[in-house]
């Protein structure tokens, strides 16, 4: 499992970035239909990280601290923004599990999933949370957000000597890794009963597409290659696990520039015991 620390550390995007917000009226625009990544990587701009995990981590210590109700793309809002499916599937686990839920969250930035469930979880028997983040972001977390139930891991491999996951959640972060089949094999070998994809690109053609993503200025001015997942495809790779749910993310439908329809979506799969 050691390969996934360095798609971690180089090539997922900031936390700002992938947290896709809704896309009607905001700018948000796909273009190109490419080759490689590295054909598609050559036109992005890249971000600047640093800057990003600053607003992130003021953010997220309002609502640790309780000064702030939720936080999304380093943004403070008044009210919890759920993700419905997401919270059923965590407690869905959490009731095959004797009351005990542990999350291993990939991607998770500073564990805005985890505050935004924070009132559902602090009823439960018990709750542990792990993070796979990039670099910066664990140094962060570690410094300042841990504590007994959330911790940072800069890799799968690392995480798993301490946590025995009965969820794996994946949001908005498959579609920007290079190889989004290496996570894919590694989720295969994880002994959870749980795996959680929300706010996922999918179409409907046979084969995975790469295209350019770029971000609005008000959002954050970048650009960054992204996997349109074929739902096909992903089924088959995921040969250990059964659809338990599917649902539609607040993005919903798109079409990019280069008109090529795919539609934000998640799933909720269950393991499939021999």
Not at 63 to 73: I, N
């Amino acid at each position: 499992m050691s390969f996934i620390k360095p798609l971690v550390k180089d090539w997922l995007p900031p936390v700002l970035f992938r947290a896709i917000r809704q896309l009607n009226g905001k700018g948000m625009r796909f273009e190109g239909n490419y080759q490689t990544w590295a054909d598609a990587a050559a036109f992005c701009t890249g971000y600047d990280a640093g800057s990003i995990l600053d607003k992130v981590l003021e953010a997220t210590l309002k609502v640790k601290r309780g000064q702030a109700l939720f936080e999304r793309d380093s943004v403070i809002f008044d009210e919890i923004q759920y993700s419905w499916p997401v919270t059923a599937a965590l407690m869905w686990a959490a009731a095959r599990n004797n009351g005990e839920l542990h999350v291993l969250d990939f991607g998770g930035a500073l564990g805005s999933s985890y505050f935004q469930n924070r009132r559902f979880l602090s009823q439960l028997k018990a709750v542990s949370w792990h993070v796979v983040e990039q670099a910066h972001f664990i140094e962060k977390g570690k410094k300042f957000i841990e504590d007994d139930i959330l911790k940072f891991h800069s890799s799968i491999e690392e995480s798993v000597k301490f946590i025995s996951p009965n969820v794996i959640l994946l949001s908005s972060v498959a579609q920007y890794l290079p190889c989004p089949e290496w996570l894919f094999n590694q989720i295969n070998s994880i002994d959870a009963d749980i795996l959680v994809f929300d706010r996922t690109p999918f179409t409907a053609a046979l084969q995975d597409t790469i295209c350019i993503q770029y971000v609005p200025s008000d959002i954050y001015k970048a650009s960054y290659p992204i996997w349109l997942l074929s739902r096909v495809k992903l089924l088959g790779q995921l040969s250990n696990w059964r659809v338990h749910e599917s649902f539609a993310s607040p993005e919903g439908s798109v079409t990019s520039d280069a008109g090529i329809v795919f539609d934000f979506s998640g799933y909720i799969f269950e393991r499939i015991h021999a």
